[in-house]
């Protein structure tokens, strides 16, 4: 019911559609989800599944309010990149399961930036700075007429 409200509130008087609502909701729940259950079976540590879980509603909240206020792009980017701080901080506590967990299972994809938390550190950052750029710009909604 709740999505059905966000999505009917995003064609409200700004010209958005009920498909942009979906297409940025799944933007932001897919990687977060996918990014929890991998590490968490690298890493063999079930507070990542918990991370992909909030990281994914903090990300809902955030965008719904950006659709309602009319800039979800800032709010996009502010649950990101407070989620993946969040996520750095989770890797710099079991980096050494979680590097251990990507050479036993991924040797072939293994590099040892992935498991440090300083490259997860600059993407919440780069997040962060994306934000702070989307609310300097005037963004207007495109509507189809």
Same mark, same amino acid.
Do not use: N
């Given at each position: ?59 809902? *909240?955030?965008? /719904?309010? !950006?659709?309602?206020? $009319?800039?979800?792009?800032?709010? @996009? =980017?502010?649950? &990101?990149? +407070? #989620? ?28 040892? *930036?992935?498991? /440090?938390? !300083?490259?997860?550190? $600059?993407?919440?950052?780069?997040? @962060? =700075?994306?934000? &702070?750029? +989307? #609310? ?10």
């Amino acid at each position: 019911m709740l999505i059905q409200q966000t999505a009917t509130a995003a064609k409200g008087s700004r010209g958005g559609s009920s498909r942009s609502w979906f297409l940025a909701l799944g933007a932001g729940w897919l990687p977060a989800m996918g990014i929890g259950f991998t590490f968490s079976a690298l890493a063999d540590r079930l507070i990542f599944v918990g991370w992909g879980l909030a990281a994914a509603t903090v990300y809902s *909240w955030a965008l /719904r309010h !950006g659709f309602e206020v $009319g800039t979800p792009v800032t709010f @996009g =980017l502010l649950g &990101a990149a +407070a #989620s993946l701080l969040v996520l750095a901080w989770l890797v710099a506590r079991h980096q050494g399961s979680l590097d251990l967990g990507y050479r036993a299972f991924l040797p072939g994809l293994y590099h040892p *930036w992935i498991s /440090r938390p !300083g490259a997860i550190y $600059g993407l919440g950052i780069a997040c @962060g =700075l994306g934000a &702070a750029l +989307a #609310s300097t710009q005037p963004w207007k909604w495109r509507t189809s007429r």
